[in-house]
């Protein structure tokens, strides 16, 4: 038995993962506890490690013609036609990074643009979150620092 990459169609890792796991396939979908702002709330969300991917464990003498018309499923993901083993050791550290703590929206010291307000367009550095609805950043004003509390949605991410 060896792990494969497949390839799911937009948005339908979870379902193609579903699907198989029905046919009596061996699954892993990695999946990751992020932090989003929805709604001016700061909640955590599980997503995909690998949007758009999820791995399958196949045998020799498996039949591989099913899986092409999965639901969710695109393709199975093959160099010159030929679908080549993701390496177990790879899975395994896959696995253990998954339990990891969740994934923050801001931390500290990244680097925010203010969408709205007096100080639009600015960039400033995140310091700390005040609450559910708010933030610390700093904003250089007049070759200074200031500590300016801002609510999250006035905040982007500067990548």
Not at 18 to 35: A, S
């Amino acid at each position: 038995m060896a792990w494969y990459l497949v390839q799911s169609k937009p948005g339908q890792a979870r379902r193609a993962a579903e699907q198989l796991q029905n046919q009596g396939y061996g699954c892993f979908l990695p999946l990751v506890t992020v932090e989003k702002l929805q709604r001016q709330q700061r909640v955590q969300l599980e997503e995909p490690l690998f949007p758009g991917y999820l791995f399958i464990q196949l045998g020799p003498e498996d039949n591989w013609a099913p899986i092409r018309s999965t639901r969710g499923v695109s393709r199975l993901v093959a160099f010159n036609g030929q679908p080549l083993p993701v390496a177990d050791a790879l899975i395994t550290e896959i696995r253990q990074r998954c339990g990891a703590q969740p994934l923050p929206l801001l931390a500290a010291g990244d680097a925010v643009r203010l969408q709205e307000g007096a100080f639009a367009g600015l960039e400033a550095v995140f310091q700390c979150f005040d609450g559910e609805q708010r933030a610390i950043i700093l904003l250089n004003l007049l070759q200074r620092e200031h500590a300016v509390a801002v609510p999250l949605s006035q905040l982007q991410k500067v990548t």
